[in-house]
């Protein structure tokens, strides 16, 4: 039996204030003091003193002596990374790719890296989808998959290198790419655009575009395509792109991926 949505009488004002003021000291760069404290939250600085006390006591958050600035105690941190360590991959993009099947009637896959090669790992036929022979479980190259390249975009050139000497550049269709000095010019262009292209490189009539996927980690945790027939896929690549990047940060920001410029971390 589910237990209905608590009433606003049933909820513990209190412990909502904790989890405020919790909140405010993880999300402050280089932590955060009692005067900020007070300036931000909407509380008297009594109750906020008395909250971080408790807190700090159940080593939720922890006080610099030097700096008399708070940061979140290892407690919290324990927490956390259990939590997302808990996340399975496939459970969180798999919602995200249902979505996207349904607006572009395309077909959304999520695929994992694994010994030089991709694993699909989850599948999902849009309306308008033509059968592809990619199937769960199937293994295919990185060097000619839209899947497989956004991967390969996230690693040094060195590895790269390591995986095309292991793996071989074999050749699909006529498309498909099979010198290492041109698939290291189209992995900077993958990362200048933010997305890959399989140019029916593995099927003919076949186009896909791609989206690596990131983890709580900042490492890559594999990456989300979408496929279809060339001519529909070149005529919405402007719509099909920004719809997968979108999907793609949502995904990682389920994981707990937290994006970085210039050094800081930000919100989207």
């Not at 060195?158 to 550049?169: A, D, P, R, S, Y």
């Not at 490492?219 to 997968?244: H, V, Y």
Request: charged share 25%; aromatic share 8%; with cysteine.
């Amino acid at each position: 039996m589910v237990n209905p949505k608590p009433s606003d009488r049933q909820i513990n004002s209190t412990v909502i204030k904790a989890l405020t003021v919790l909140e405010k000291v993880a999300f402050a760069n280089g932590g955060i003091s009692l005067a900020d404290l007070v300036k931000e939250l909407d509380m008297p600085k009594t109750t906020i003193y008395r909250l971080i006390e408790t807190l700090k006591h159940c080593d939720y958050i922890h006080l610099d002596a030097n700096t008399e600035r708070y940061y979140v105690g290892w407690k919290t941190v324990q927490i956390g990374v259990s939590g997302l360590n808990n996340i399975e991959v496939v459970d969180i993009a798999a919602p995200y790719l249902t979505k996207l099947a349904e607006k572009t009637g395309e077909t959304a896959f999520l695929a994992g890296y694994y010994n030089g090669e991709i694993v699909y790992l989850y599948k999902k036929e849009g309306t308008q989808s033509i059968r592809t022979t990619a199937q769960l479980g199937m293994r295919r190259p990185v060097h000619c998959t839209a899947v497989g390249k956004a991967i390969l975009s996230t690693f040094t050139w060195e590895e790269v290198e390591k995986i095309l000497e292991e793996k071989g550049m074999k050749k699909y269709t006529e498309n498909t790419i099979t010198d290492a000095h041109k698939l290291r010019k189209e992995l900077l262009e993958i990362k200048r655009n933010g997305y890959a292209i399989d140019r029916e490189e593995i099927e003919i009539g076949l186009t896909c575009y791609a989206v690596p996927i990131f983890n709580f980690t900042g490492n890559m945790a594999g990456s989300i395509g979408l496929g279809g027939p060339t001519t529909r896929m070149r005529e919405n690549q402007n719509d099909f792109t920004s719809q997968l990047k979108e999907a793609a940060f949502q995904v990682s920001r389920m994981l707990g991926y937290v994006p970085k410029i210039g050094g800081e971390t930000v919100e989207r």
